[in-house]
């Protein structure tokens, strides 16, 4: 079964259609790269599936399940954002816990989790530092770390990486794609960096207003773009 289903998926801003009906199909524990250009509803998109817009029409169905009403906590989604949403004014475990904590899981439950991510994000020595403490490679395995702590169907990240350099954004590369061989969750990861997007998708959407151009795995993308505006995404235009 498929894990994540989309049909005819659309989102307008008052009269601005950015999203005029979308359909797309993502397996079970696929980790999908989505790129375009700036402005094409990237973010629009994950924020739909993640709950946090309301689509204008169409569905999204998680494991066969409609979602299209179901509240953004319920929905087994989590995000990891650009900015990484941390609050400043708690620590690193507050904010692994926060969450949690909202919705009345048990304490020792919460405690278990926080520990198990830090351990995987190798963040333990962390846990009582403030953000403004930390690095941003450090604060994005926070927010990943976060994500983690929710046990969630599918993983959602929108250019998490794009605020660091150059070699902490190779090592954090390697380690969301260990993360994603460990846990085996459907991913979809949002990127600008067309290496981030060959090396690590199992399967590219290739977007332009909403639309998408094309879909499918880095290498046939690549060997065969569709035309000069996926070829520009992908490999070397011809
Ligand atoms: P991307 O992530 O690909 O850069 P976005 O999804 O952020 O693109 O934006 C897609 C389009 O939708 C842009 O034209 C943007 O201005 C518009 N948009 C996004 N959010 C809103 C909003 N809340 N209100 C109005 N327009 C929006
Ligand atoms: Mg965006």
Redesign the pocket.
Known sequence: MANLVLEKLSKS??A?E?IPGLDLQIEDGEFVVFV??????????L?LIAGL?EATAGDIRIAGESVISVPAADRGVAMVFQSYALYPHMTVRQNLSFGLENIRMPKDEIARRVEAAAKMLQIEELLERRPKELSGGQRQRVAIGRAITRNPKIFLF?EPLSNLDAELRVLMRVEITKLHERLGNTMIY?THDQIEAMTMADKIVV?RK?VIEQVGAPLELYNHPRNLFVAGFIGSPR
Not at 36 to 45: A, D, E, Q, V
Request: proline share 5%; net charge neutral; aromatic share 4%.
């Open positions: 801003f008052g601005v950015v375009g250009p700036s402005g094409c509803g990237k973010s629009t998109l924020r817009e929108d949002v977007l909403g």
